[in-house]
């Protein structure tokens, strides 16, 4: 089986800093001028909580503006073996018309099982990704891609007018175990047939509590990042019982925020989240949280945007 190089090269790099250049040049020019337009993230503590391969790039960029950053993963993300069923869609691979990526996880994983045993991609095929994100990924490795650009969900997928009228096509769904089946559905509703290949799993992180509770004494969040329903699930898992393990007094300490306002709740939920997209904004008021912010998606210009938005609206309020 040929082995596939590593996905990420050097002219993707120059893509991202000439797009991260332009966006920050326009933001920087929306700025206060009491901000400082080199470190405009000064004093910021953010937390990053995508799996740690992904966040790497981001939290260079954001170290660059001052930010103060912890990263965080809140999903430990584990290749699953290629099972027989895997295995011969993988072969049949050719016989697809459509071939969805649901995830940036999805797309690094499955792209690199796919040419080990398909070196030369079938060019019949017509690519989807979930967003952006995922879309990035699937062009470094030479490939076109359809995809939403407002919003990153199926939901938003389903919307792409080359999805219409898809009776009778042939769909291959490339995720992780388990998932929201709305995707497939939509599809099967409009006459196309589905199959998966399941190539990873999601596992809730290792992290003991003392390290938790240290990360918010120590590491005390103006933001918390979150691009996917399963991490903020893990959030909640992790850091309940960080306090339920202390009294009211240390709980206090712990999440009181960084400027001293009054009367702050005393709750894990009180965290500032930032989220990548209404749907996880309502999951995080159903599982009780109360400060959350609506990005403009879950790329990494639209996570330093909001930041750098945050930032200057603090400002202008003062």
């Given amino acids: 089986m040929k082995s596939w190089p590593k996905i990420c090269c050097g002219k993707e790099l120059q893509v991202f800093w000439k797009h991260f250049n332009g966006a920050l040049k326009t933001i920087l020019m929306k700025t206060p001028k009491n901000l400082n337009s080199k470190l405009v993230l000064a004093h910021k503590t953010i937390w990053l909580t995508r799996p740690l391969a ?59 099982v796919i040419f080990s045993w398909w070196p030369q ?22 490939l076109l891609v359809k995809f939403p650009k407002d919003r990153t969900s199926s939901e938003a997928l389903l919307e792409l007018p080359q999805l219409q009228k898809i009776e009778g096509k042939k769909v291959l769904i490339v995720r992780g175990a388990g998932g929201r089946e709305i995707l497939a559905e939509g599809l ?4 196309a047939s589905v199959d998966y290949i399941e190539l990873y799993e ?3 992180p290792e992290y003991s509590t003392d390290y938790l509770r240290e990360c918010l004494l120590q590491h005390k969040p103006d933001a918390v990042v979150i691009s996917s329903a399963e991490a903020l699930d893990n959030l909640q898992i992790l850091f309940s019982p960080v306090l339920a393990q202390h009294d009211t007094q240390a709980s206090v300490q712990l999440l009181a925020p960084k400027h ?40 990494d ?10 930032t200057s609206e603090h400002l202008n309020h003062e």
């Fill in 121 to 142: 991609y079938p060019a019949h095929i017509v690519n989807f990704a979930v967003g952006p994100s995922t879309a990035a990924i699937i062009e470094s490795a030479g």
């Fill in 301 to 310: 210009m639209a996570i330093i945007n909001t930041l750098v938005t945050d």
């Fill in 260 to 299: 001293g306002a009054r009367n702050s709740a005393v709750d894990w939920r009180c965290l500032p989240l930032r989220v990548s997209s209404p749907r996880l904004a309502e999951h995080a008021l159903i599982k009780g949280f109360s400060h959350i912010k609506v990005m403009a998606g879950a790329t």
């Fill in 202 to 204: 999601r596992r809730v």
């Fill in 54 to 112: 992904q966040l790497s790039q981001l939290k260079k960029q954001l170290e660059l503006l001052g930010a103060q950053v912890l990263a965080l993963p809140l999903l430990d993300i584990r290749p699953l073996p290629i099972d027989s069923v895997a295995k011969q869609r993988l072969l049949d691979l050719d016989c697809y018309d459509l071939v969805f990526f649901i995830s940036t996880n999805a797309a690094q994983i499955g792209l690199d």
């Fill in 188 to 191: 099967v509703a409009r006459g």
